[in-house]
T-cell receptor, first 120, second 110 residues
Framework: GAVVSQHPSWVICKSGTSVKIECRSL??????MFWYRQFPKQSLMLMAT?????????EQGVEKDKFLINHASLTLSTLTVTSAHPEDSSFYIC????????????????FGPGTRLTVT | RKEVEQDPGPFNVPEGATVAFNCTYS??????FFWYRQDCRKEPKLLMS???SGNEDGRFTAQLNRASQYISLLIRDSKLSDSATYLC???????????FGTGTRLTIIP
């Protein structure tokens, strides 16, 4: 399968600071990447769709001014959590779609290893 | 009704047994269907896509029933390494935005 990397893998920050998370597709180009959040014992929830060369689209209830997304190139998207608070502590995961070369669907989506954010 | 619904388990199954998971989805216009597995505190990893005709990959068989809006995953000859949470995932709008079920926890017992 395709490879997606994320950095950092974990971060601890103080309340009120900003944290930037990077997501890279290593062996394919991704015009679209996705950012998810997962709280303990819950399923992944889509936060936003990151589009290369244009503005991100956010899911209902996700504050675009708090979660800044930049998709600077076909292999890199960044998520910045601004003025982080303890309630933002979560597991943030990005994904990217790679063309499905063998099956009926046009794509398969691969996930980065995730970033565990703890805000104190 | 949840958009993607799974039995959360846990399923505790002896090694070598066959285990089946089911999943239902609410949107009849859903386009693409997948099973992912997620190990504790790790990212989801694609296990297999689910095609209308059903598909098999080694010990794993996935089936889709569009009329009943139902997806299944069968694991044969289960191994200890199959212990994980299995996520039913649906692309409802055909726009690559994935909706996840809450997952079914599977533990294989030696």
């Amino acid at each position: 399968g395709a490879v997606v990397s994320q950095h950092p893998s974990w971060v601890i920050c103080k309340s009120g600071t900003s944290v930037k998370i990077e997501c890279r597709s290593l062996d394919f180009q991704a015009t679209t990447m996705f950012w998810y959040r997962q709280f303990p014992k819950q399923s992944l929830m889509l936060m936003a769709t990151s589009n290369e060369g244009s503005k991100a689209t956010y899911e209902q209830g996700v504050e675009k001014d708090k979660f800044l997304i930049n998709h600077a190139s076909l292999t890199l998207s960044t998520l910045t959590v601004t003025s982080a608070h303890p309630e933002d502590s979560s597991f943030y995961i990005c994904s990217a779609s790679s063309p499905n070369r063998g099956g009926s669907y046009t794509y398969e989506q691969y996930f980065g290893p995730g970033t565990r954010l703890t805000v104190t | 009704r949840k958009e993607v619904e799974q039995d959360p388990g846990p399923f505790n199954v002896p090694e070598g047994a066959t285990v089946a998971f089911n999943c239902t989805y609410s949107n009849s216009a859903s386009q693409s269907f997948f099973w992912y597995r997620q190990d504790c505190r790790k990212e989801p990893k694609l296990l297999m896509s689910v095609y209308s005709s059903g598909n098999e990959d080694g010990r794993f068989t996935a089936q889709l029933n569009r009329a009943s809006q139902y997806i299944s995953l069968l694991i044969r000859d289960s191994k200890l390494s199959d212990s994980a949470t299995y996520l039913c995932v649906v692309d409802m709008g055909g726009n690559e935005k994935l909706t996840f079920g809450t997952g079914t926890r599977l533990t294989i017992i030696p």
